[in-house]
C-alpha cells in the first residue's frame, strides 16, 4: 500500500491507495529458417528479453527441431515465465529445408565383343552425400550388354536409376550415363602341321585350330589357308591365306 501524508498549515489529513505493478510482456524474438538439407539438425535463432534488456530463460523451441528436408509452416515455440513478472507467450514460425542437389555418375566399363554384361548394380560414384546417407545400389541399363552389340555401335549409354539406400528422400538426384565400349574380340589360330607323298594327286586337307581366344554368337570363319608352291623334297609354310574373321568384330592372329 501506498500512504500519502498532508502537512499543511490549513490542512491535515493522511490516505492509502493499493499500487499494483502487472506483468511485463518479454521481447521474444524466433527467426524462421530457410536451409538446404545437410544431415544436420536446424533450430530457429531465438531470444527473449525482459524490460531492462535482460536475458530471460523459458523460451522453449525445440518445436522448431528438424534434419529432414521438408515444409515446417506450423512449428510452436512456447515462452514459459519462471520468474513471476513477465506474461506467457506462444507462437509459430514457418520453417523450410529444401533438399539437398546429389549426382550418381554410372561407372563406364568395357567389355569384348560377344561377351554379355552383367551389372551388379554397384557400378556407380555418388557426389553429394552428407552424414551418414548412402546409395547402396541402383539400375543400370545398357543395350550394349549383349552379346551380339558390336563394336561399331559402341559406345553404349549406361544409364543409371531407381537408387536404393537410406536418406535419399531429402535430394534431389540427377542421373549421369556411363559409357560401355565393346572392343574386338581376339582370336589366335594355328595352322596343323602336314606332311605329303611326292607325287601324290592333291594336298591333304590344310586345317586349324584356335589356340587363343574363341568365337561368339555361332560367328564363323571365311576362307581357307594356302601353302607355299612347290612339289619337290622340302617344307613349304601353310600361311592364312583367305581365311578370315568379320573384321569389325574380330582381330585375329595366326
Request: proline share 4%; with cysteine.
Amino acid at each position: 500500500a501506498v500512504v500519502a501524508t498532508i502537512n499543511d498549515q490549513n490542512y491535515q489529513g493522511t490516505n492509502s491507495a493499493t499500487l499494483v505493478i502487472t506483468k511485463a510482456n518479454p521481447t521474444i524474438v524466433v527467426t524462421p529458417y530457410s536451409a538446404t538439407y545437410n544431415a544436420a539438425a536446424h533450430t530457429a535463432a531465438n531470444s527473449a528479453t525482459g524490460v531492462l534488456g535482460e536475458t530471460l530463460s523459458g523460451l522453449d523451441v525445440s518445436g522448431t527441431i528438424h534434419t529432414n528436408a521438408g515444409d515446417y509452416p506450423n512449428d510452436a515455440w512456447v515462452f514459459t515465465d519462471v520468474t513471476g513478472n513477465y506474461n506467457n507467450a506462444s507462437s509459430s514460425i514457418h520453417d523450410t529445408i529444401a533438399v539437398a542437389p546429389l549426382t550418381i555418375t554410372a561407372t563406364s566399363t568395357g567389355k569384348l565383343y560377344g561377351d554379355a554384361l552383367t551389372f551388379a548394380g554397384n557400378e556407380f560414384t555418388p557426389t553429394g552425400l552428407a552424414g551418414s546417407d548412402t546409395v547402396t545400389s541402383l539400375t543400370l541399363d545398357c543395350t550394349g550388354a549383349t552379346s551380339t552389340a558390336t563394336v561399331a555401335g559402341s559406345p553404349y549409354d549406361i544409364i543409371p536409376s531407381l537408387a536404393i539406400g537410406s536418406g535419399l528422400s531429402n535430394y534431389n538426384i540427377t542421373y549421369v550415363n556411363g559409357s560401355l565400349t565393346v572392343n574386338k574380340r581376339p582370336v589366335t589360330v594355328t595352322a596343323e602341321p602336314k606332311t605329303k607323298i611326292i607325287g601324290a594327286p592333291a594336298d591333304p586337307a590344310l586345317t586349324y585350330n584356335i589356340t587363343g581366344g574363341s568365337l561368339a554368337n555361332a560367328d564363323v570363319f571365311t576362307g581357307a589357308l594356302t601353302r607355299a608352291a612347290g612339289e619337290t623334297l622340302g617344307i613349304y609354310a601353310i600361311t592364312q591365306g583367305t581365311l578370315a574373321l568379320d573384321v569389325n568384330n574380330y582381330t585375329l592372329t595366326y
